[in-house]
């Protein structure tokens, strides 16, 4: 028996594309690759593997699955055999396969689902107060306020943990279960003094939250009015909202409330809508909305971006309107950009959330809302031009701000459009001018450039004495980079390769140039052996760290794009000095009366000319002169 987290650690650092090439030709198609189905004879490929999700595909015979199965069926390996070979590949040790560790994974197992049934029974237990304690009404005008119905709180399983100390913890050690349990998935609480426990939720609404099989593994506790006759509840409000503590069972980055309940629904229109509280999430499933989640007690993080992303592909981002609303759907851009969700932003009315939406408008001016969101991007550079208003300065900062927005962009053509619409909104004519100002954010964004205004230097910045005063060429530095990003470009530029190791003028970087060869083909290049190339006190070796750490250019097409132009600028350069010369000797020639040269001078003009690449309006200076 392997622990289930191992094999799933395997899986996950298995490079799936790298190990179906050993068997396979796989071409890049899209965000996939192809290639000849190893399962079944086909001559024009229908067989698909998914890097990102390690998962492949045949349409010809429809095979499916991950790298386990891959390696189980193309070797013929039974399972542990299959974990153990890519548990070595990925240099995962995987323990023997031997009664001791198998006795172990058991008991482990057996403990969880212990931990688990104890939350069950509280569930239960909650349920049933709701019906049952004489306190439970109050627990019911809470919903009525909200206009929650009964069907709603049943398909949520809501209930009241009753007020007093020890009612919960009454009922689970009747159950039998010992009080360390109870602790362990944080329904008790040890008193501080005098040994004990007491229970976490009092008097308070109960929602319990499942993991995305449907185990409930937390609670989120509202807190109701302090029932008659509680003076001390009456003189001091307590919390909000309790939510359980992290346990064996619950980290809350990696929940989202609602998740199960929605599930169905999520698959159907792959679409999530993704609110901020629990109330939002009951008020929008039973206004027909049941593809309906929260992040529960933290920002929207990014497991939970993942976990959402097995479920749908668009998520409709439905926070408060109020600046901590526009702040989390800010922060959420990066995290579904990075998990492949297409993000929208619902703006409701100033002062309304979902559930009041819901109640005064009804469905269908939601649904319409829902509808016409902008995508998440669209809405952040509109809300920023709005934000920034028409002073300079200002549009500058936030334009500044959009570069990492925009950056993070996968397609080309969408990008483009992005950055001419920032262009619009902000009203700024001179598009290359925006361009500059959103390349300037992404590198404020990853350090490399300090912010523009306000902030003085950190102390960590003061000068510190080179390693050598030499100054390496700012756009040798970026040539080389290129080739760091995408060392397949020696391979498919070869004349561009050329052209820029005739350029490099440092003998370091001609060095790190040459040695980026070795990784021509392979996924990415490695770090430490690069770093091998050039010695400890090299003024290389300071950038060469620094730019190991951060990509500059995601694609090889734009890599090789600016290597273009950039060799081309040099070209012309080039041309441009050599022109200037042989115009100089002419005319000195010519004034010396030495027309032999000066005819011989002219044919060498022209043909520098000729020689030259033809200089083509279409490639301008863009990029070059960052
Ligand atoms: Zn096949």
């Not at 346990?247 to 199960?260: A, C, E, V």
């Not at 759907?329 to 579904?336: D, E, G, I």
């Not at 002219?602 to 043909?607: E, N």
């Amino acid at each position: 028996m392997i622990p289930e987290e191992k094999v799933a650690e395997i899986r996950e650092r298995t490079d799936l594309v790298a190990l179906v090439r050993e068997y396979v030709e796989l071409k890049r198609s899209g965000t996939s690759y192809k290639g000849l189905c190893p399962f079944h004879g086909e001559k024009s490929p229908s067989f698909y593997v998914h890097p990102d999700r390690g998962f492949f595909h045949c349409f010809g015979c429809q095979t499916s699955g991950d790298a386990l199965s891959f390696l189980m069926r193309i070797e013929g390996h039974p399972f542990p055999e299959a974990v153990r070979i890519l548990g070595e590949r990925a240099g995962i040790e995987v323990t023997a396969v031997d009664s001791e560790t198998e006795r172990l994974a058991r008991q482990k197992r057996a403990r969880r689902e212990q931990l688990l049934a104890i939350v069950e029974s509280a569930a239960g237990f909650f349920v049933k107060m709701l019906a049952d304690h004489k306190l439970g009404p109050m627990a019911w005008a809470e919903l009525d306020r909200r206009g929650i119905a009964k069907e709603t709180v049943e398909t949520y399983r809501l209930g009241y943990a009753p007020h007093g100390w020890d009612e919960l913890s009454g009922f689970l050690s009747q159950r039998g279960y010992s009080p360390a349990q109870c602790e362990e998935v944080g329904l008790i609480v040890p008193r501080r003094s005098g040994g004990g426990h007491y229970d976490r939720f009092r008097h308070r609404l109960m929602f319990p939250v499942s993991d995305a099989h449907g185990r409930i593994v937390a609670f989120s506790g509202r807190a109701l009015e302090a029932p008659p006759g509680d003076e001390r509840a009456q003189r001091e409000p307590p919390a909000k909202y309790v939510n359980s503590p992290e346990t064996t069972l619950y980290k809350k980055g990696d929940i989202l409330f609602g998740l199960h309940e929605a599930r169905v629904e999520l698959r159907r229109r792959e679409i999530a809508l993704v609110c901020e509280g629990n109330f939002d999430v009951l008020a929008l499933s039973q206004a027909g909305f049941g593809n309906v989640v929260a992040p529960l007690g933290t920002a929207f993080t990014d497991s939970q971006a993942k976990l959402l992303r097995r479920y749908a592909q668009t998520a409709v981002l439905l926070f408060d309107s109020d600046k901590a609303g526009k702040k989390a759907a800010r922060a959420a851009q990066p995290l579904l950009a990075k998990a492949g969700i297409s993000g929208k932003v619902v703006t409701l009315p100033p002062g309304d959330d979902p559930d009041s939406f819901l109640r005064e408008k009804g469905p269908e001016s939601m649904e319409r809302l829902i509808g016409s969101a902008p995508s998440i991007v669209e809405w952040i550079i509109e809300s920023s031009a709005a934000d920034a208003g028409a002073d300079p300065a200002a549009k500058a900062d936030a334009i500044e701000s959009l570069g990492p927005v925009l950056a993070s962009i996968d397609s080309p053509v969408e990008a483009r459009l992005y950055v001419e619409r920032v262009a619009s909104v902000f009203e700024i004519r001179d598009i290359q001018a925006v361009r500059q100002q959103l390349r300037r954010g992404v590198r404020v964004a990853r350090g490399q450039a300090p912010r523009r205004r306000g902030a003085p230097a950190p102390a960590a910045s003061a000068p510190q004495a080179p390693r050598r005063a030499v100054r390496l060429s700012k756009l040798e530095l970026q040539l080389v980079g290129a080739f760091i990003d995408h060392p397949s470009l020696h391979e498919h530029d070869r004349s561009c390769a050329e052209k820029v190791q005739e350029l490099l003028t440092s003998d370091d970087l001609r060095a790190i140039f040459h040695a980026t060869t070795r990784w021509v083909g392979s996924r990415g290049i490695d770090a430490a052996a690069l770093l091998e190339e050039v010695s400890e006190d090299s003024p290389a070796r300071e950038w060469l760290e620094r730019r190991l750490a951060v990509q500059e250019f995601e694609d090889e097409t734009s890599a090789r794009r600016f290597i273009e132009r950039v060799v081309q600028k040099l070209e012309r350069d080039r041309v441009a000095r050599e022109n200037k010369r042989l115009s100089r000797e002419i005319l000195e020639a010519r004034r010396a009366g030495d027309d032999e040269r000066a005819d011989a001078l002219m044919r060498q003009k022209s043909q520098l000319f000729r020689s030259a690449a033809p200089p083509s309006a279409a490639t301008g200076t863009e990029g070059t002169k960052r």
